[in-house]
């Protein structure tokens, strides 16, 4: 589905930002896709990897609401294959830090199924709470 690119006041300021988390990885991309080609768990995300890095640079402040920075599992295979030697794995983390920063988690612990959280490994809780909640 084709959205709209929203712009503000805020959108240059947005893109600095993250550009400054990631060490200029913003300015590097080139728009090329192989990272969205490449992704393993591209199918469960809501947006593809290249878009996430699009509207950063356009300073679209969307895809901080988007599934696709929460779904992406850092496993470097994007890096690895892009041209531009963008490491995804670092803006999705910048973006999960700037909504975990505003308070908001990704995970609300309390409302787990106390059966399935039996269930999971100790390692996988902490892993999960280290990455979705702030
Ligand atoms: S592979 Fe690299 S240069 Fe190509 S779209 Fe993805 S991040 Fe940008
Ligand atoms: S680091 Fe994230 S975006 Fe890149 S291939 Fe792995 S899961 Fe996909």
Redesign the pocket.
């Known amino acids: 589905m084709t959205r709209v690119v929203m712009l503000n006041d805020n959108s240059e300021a947005f893109t600095k930002k993250v550009n400054e988390m990631t060490n200029d990885m913003i300015t590097?991309?080139?728009?090329?896709?192989?990272?969205?080609t490449s992704c393993p768990v591209a199918e469960d995300m809501d947006i593809p990897?290249?878009e996430i890095?699009r509207l950063v640079q356009l300073g679209d402040e969307y895809v901080l609401e988007t599934k696709a920075i929460w779904v992406c599992a850092s496993c470097y295979t994007?890096t690895v294959?892009?041209?531009?030697g963008?490491d995804?794995s670092k803006v999705t983390e910048a973006l999960r830090q700037i909504n975990l920063r505003t308070n908001v988690n990704y995970l609300d612990i309390d409302n787990l199924d106390s059966e399935e959280v039996e269930e999971l490994p100790a390692i996988a809780l902490v892993s999960a709470m280290r990455k979705y909640t702030g």
Do not use: D, K, Y
Request: charged content about 15%; glycine content about 6%; proline content about 11%.
């Open positions: 590097l991309c080139e728009q090329c896709g192989i990272c969205s990897p290249s890095m994007c294959r892009c041209p531009r963008v995804l």
